[in-house]
C-alpha cells in the first residue's frame, strides 16, 4: 500500500485539498483510503445511542454495523495513542492510503501552506515534505511549489511520488 500524507497548521485547507483529491485519484481508477488524526477529545459516538452506551459501560471495543458501513470504536483507556503504523496495519489495503495531520510523522507528505494564515513552513524542519501547496508564491523553496488549486497537478505528483 502506497501512503502519502497531507500536513499543514489548523485552516491552511488539508480537509478542503484531501476531500478534493479523493474523487479525482479515485476517477483515475485508484482505490484510496484516508486516515485523519484528530483532536484528543473527537467522538463519533453521540449519548443516548445503544453503542454510546456500551462503551460508557466499559466495553472496550464496540462494532456497529449495517447493510451500508460498519465502524468499530476501540476505546485507548489508560493506554497510549496507537502509533501510525499500528494504524495502518489495521486497515484494509488499497492503492494508496492518504493521511491528513500528523505533522511529526516520518512519512513523505506535501505541506499545505497559505501564507495568510501567519503560520512558518513546516517544510525547512521536515525533510519527509516532499512539495510545497500554497496560494500564493513561495520563491525560493528547495522542494516543488503547486497551486493549491490545481487538483489534478496535485494528484499527478502525489501520485509519482508515493510510487
Same mark, same amino acid.
Do not use: C
Given at each position: 500500500? *502506497? +501512503? ?19 474523487? %479525482? +485519484?479515485?476517477? *483515475? &481508477? ?7 488524526? #484528530? ?8 449519548? &443516548? ?12 471495543? !464496540? $462494532?456497529?454495523?449495517?447493510? /451500508? *458501513? ?5 476505546? /485507548?483507556?489508560? !493506554?497510549? %495513542?496507537?502509533?501510525? %503504523?499500528?494504524? +495502518?496495519?489495521?486497515?484494509? =489495503?488499497?492503492? @494508496? $492510503?492518504? +493521511?491528513? &495531520? ?5 512519512? =513523505?507528505? @506535501?505541506?499545505?501552506?497559505? =501564507? #495568510?494564515?501567519?503560520? #512558518? $513552513? $513546516?517544510? =525547512?524542519?521536515?525533510? /519527509? ?19 493549491? /488549486? ?9 501520485? %509519482?511520488?508515493?510510487?
Amino acid at each position: 500500500m *502506497r +501512503i502519502f500524507g497531507l500536513a499543514g497548521w489548523s485552516g491552511s485547507g488539508k480537509t478542503t485539498l484531501m476531500v478534493r483529491l479523493i474523487p %479525482e +485519484i479515485t476517477a *483515475r &481508477g485508484i482505490t484510496v483510503s484516508t486516515m485523519k488524526h #484528530a483532536h484528543h477529545t473527537f467522538d463519533i459516538d453521540k449519548p &443516548g445511542k445503544d453503542s454510546y452506551e456500551h462503551r460508557a459501560s466499559g466495553a472496550t471495543e !464496540v $462494532l456497529v454495523t449495517s447493510a /451500508n *458501513r460498519w465502524a468499530l470504536m476501540h476505546e /485507548n483507556r489508560d !493506554v497510549p %495513542e496507537p502509533s501510525v %503504523e499500528d494504524m +495502518i496495519h489495521r486497515m484494509s =489495503p488499497v492503492d @494508496l $492510503l492518504l +493521511i491528513e &495531520g500528523f505533522k511529526h510523522h516520518a512519512h =513523505p507528505k @506535501l505541506e499545505i501552506h497559505r =501564507p #495568510a494564515i501567519g503560520k #512558518a $513552513l $513546516l517544510q =525547512p524542519d521536515d525533510p /519527509n515534505i516532499q512539495a510545497v501547496a500554497a496560494d500564493a508564491p513561495m520563491p525560493s523553496l528547495k522542494v516543488p511549489v503547486l497551486d493549491l /488549486n490545481d487538483v489534478p497537478a496535485i494528484a499527478d505528483f502525489i501520485l %509519482e511520488a508515493a510510487s
